[in-house]
């Protein structure tokens, strides 16, 4: 199986589904990361040139990470726009990879350059199929199923359609977002006014943002507003119901951590057999 997972920034695939891109790969699936703008908005401090160079280094460590191709494309941040030709260029890049399954923003989100990556996948989706459009580049035979990651925006709520237990990725979720350092201990903190702790160990443990036990409540997940283990948990607790759906009452009532993922209309269909290859896990 191929996967490509799309963000309009670094990071955005790391947070959201860095879980299941890790899972995929142990399972021998191909997964790749695309990162369609360079990174070069996201300081405070370094030049846009030194904050690109930056990233490129951090999702280069996130690459070998997780053990897959990473992608990032020149288009700088908050300049992404849906247009023909990012379109176009969209169109070749899926086409040559030709994935089972993309997973992407929504395009109701803050961040223009989110709500673009969203809109340029469904204005590609439905093309990849079409010959005549960007002839150079085959066609592919049919649709992937295209997913959404997990947001917080309510108009629409997102709909947790698939929701999965990354219990045993939480450590490689918190290594990701440790490998992040411009963003996670510079750039973030400081939008939010906040201060990180001196000492490598240090930093880390204030990363996590709370120590969760198997004893800490949802009501307590989702009072916090700060941390990375906390955010990855925040997805178990808001959707504790799909969780149980999905897993049975014993195991689903005692999932920290998870991923959860909206189906978009405009992909491929999510067949039985899809759902097992992809979802079962
Ligand atoms: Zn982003």
């Known amino acids: 199986m191929k996967i490509l997972m799309i963000g309009a920034h670094q990071d955005d695939n790391e ?19 695309l990162s369609m703008c360079n990174g070069c908005g996201g300081h405070h401090i370094m030049t846009p040139e030194e904050t690109t160079a930056c990233r490129a280094k951090e999702s280069a460590a996130v690459a070998e990470l997780l053990g897959l191709q990473y992608d990032v494309w020149d288009i700088d941040d908050c300049t992404l726009v849906a247009d ?37 996948v469904q204005d590609a989706s439905y093309l990849l199929i079409v010959p005549h459009e960007c002839p150079d580049a085959p066609a592919m035979k049919k649709m992937p199923l295209i997913m959404y990651n997990v947001d917080n925006f309510k108009n629409p709520e997102f709909r947790g359609d698939i929701v999965l237990d990354m219990d045993d990725e939480i450590d490689t979720k918190m290594k990701i977002a440790d490998l992040n350092v411009c963003q996670v201990y510079e750039w973030l903190p400081y939008t939010k006014g906040l201060t990180v702790p001196e000492g490598k160990e240090e930093r880390f443990e204030w990363l996590k943002g709370m120590n969760i036990t198997p004893e800490t ?4 997940v989702m009072a916090v507003t700060h941390g990375y283990a906390v955010r990855f948990a925040k997805v178990a607790a808001r959707f504790r119901k799909e969780l149980i759906e999905r897993y049975g009452e014993e195991r689903g009532s005692k999932i920290r951590y998870a991923e959860a993922f909206e189906i978009c209309e405009y992909g491929g269909a999510l067949t039985e057999e899809l759902n097992k290859k992809l979802f079962d896990l």
């Open 15 to 33: 947070f959201r589904c860095g879980g299941l891109a890790h899972k995929y790969v142990k399972m021998g699936y191909e997964v790749r990361f």
């Open 84 to 120: 023909l030709e990012t379109r176009r260029r969209l169109i070749r890049y899926i086409r040559e990879f030709a994935p089972d399954m993309i997973i992407t923003h929504r395009p109701n989100d803050y961040h223009a350059d989110h709500r673009a990556a969203g809109q340029l």
């Open 217 to 220: 409540t949802d009501e307590e």
